[in-house]
C-alpha cells in the first residue's frame, strides 16, 4: 500500500516525494528510484495528454487564455511569458519536476509546444535524471539530515 501512495504522490508532487519515502517509509534506494521514476513518468505522460487535449478543446471554443489574440498584460500573462522567454523549452521541461509540479509543467508546456510525444519523451529523461540525483543526495546524507525531521 506504501508503495501505491508513493507512486501516486510521485505523479503530482514529484520533489515532495523523496522525503517521505525516504524518512517516512524508509525504503530502499533503488526503490524510492523506481517507484518515484515510475510515478514521475506516468504521470507526466497522463498530464501532457490530458491538458493538451484540453487546450486544443478550448481553443476550438474560444475560451482558452493560451491564444494568440490581443495581448493582455496581467501579472500570470507576464509570468508565462518570461518563464517561456527566459527558459525556453529546455528550462521550463528540467525545472518541470522539482521547481513546478508535474501537472503544471505539463500545462504550461501542453499550451506552448505542440509536440507532445517530444515533451513526455524529454520530461522522461530529466524525471529520471532528478530522481537519481535526488536519491543519491538523500541517502547520502540520510543521517545528517535525520536531525531535521
Same mark, same amino acid.
Request: proline share 5%; with cysteine.
Given at each position: 500500500?506504501?508503495?501505491?501512495?508513493? +507512486?501516486?504522490?510521485?505523479?503530482?508532487?514529484?520533489?515532495? &516525494?523523496?522525503?517521505?519515502?525516504? =524518512?517516512?517509509? *524508509?525504503?530502499?534506494?533503488?526503490?524510492?528510484?523506481?517507484? &518515484?521514476?515510475?510515478? *514521475?513518468?506516468?504521470?507526466? &505522460?497522463?498530464?501532457?495528454?490530458?491538458? *493538451?487535449?484540453?487546450?486544443?478543446?478550448?481553443?476550438?471554443?474560444?475560451?482558452? %487564455? =493560451?491564444?494568440?489574440?490581443?495581448?493582455? =498584460?496581467?501579472?500570470?500573462?507576464?509570468?508565462?511569458?518570461?518563464?517561456?522567454?527566459?527558459? *525556453?523549452?529546455?528550462?521550463?521541461?528540467?525545472?518541470?519536476?522539482?521547481? +513546478?509540479?508535474? %501537472?503544471?509543467?505539463?500545462?504550461?508546456?501542453?499550451?506552448?509546444?505542440?509536440?507532445?510525444?517530444?515533451?513526455?519523451?524529454?520530461?522522461?529523461?530529466?524525471?529520471?535524471?532528478?530522481?537519481?540525483?535526488?536519491?543519491?543526495?538523500?541517502? &547520502? =546524507?540520510?543521517?545528517?539530515?535525520?536531525? +531535521? +525531521?
Amino acid at each position: 500500500m506504501e508503495y501505491v501512495l508513493i +507512486f501516486l504522490l510521485s505523479t503530482v508532487k514529484f520533489a515532495m &516525494t523523496f522525503p517521505i519515502a525516504v =524518512f517516512a517509509k *524508509g525504503l530502499t534506494p533503488p526503490m524510492v528510484y523506481l517507484i &518515484t521514476s515510475l510515478g *514521475g513518468v506516468s504521470g507526466a &505522460t497522463f498530464f501532457v495528454y490530458v491538458w *493538451g487535449q484540453l487546450v486544443k478543446f478550448l481553443r476550438r471554443k474560444d475560451m482558452v %487564455p =493560451f491564444r494568440q489574440r490581443k495581448p493582455v =498584460f496581467s501579472k500570470r500573462s507576464r509570468r508565462l511569458a518570461y518563464i517561456k522567454s527566459k527558459y *525556453g523549452f529546455w528550462g521550463l521541461v528540467i525545472l518541470t519536476p522539482v521547481l +513546478f509540479s508535474i %501537472p503544471l509543467g505539463a500545462l504550461i508546456l501542453a499550451a506552448y509546444y505542440p509536440n507532445k510525444r517530444r515533451i513526455v519523451k524529454c520530461l522522461a529523461i530529466t524525471i529520471a535524471c532528478w530522481s537519481l540525483i535526488m536519491v543519491v543526495v538523500l541517502f &547520502t =546524507f540520510r543521517e545528517w539530515l535525520m536531525q +531535521f +525531521f
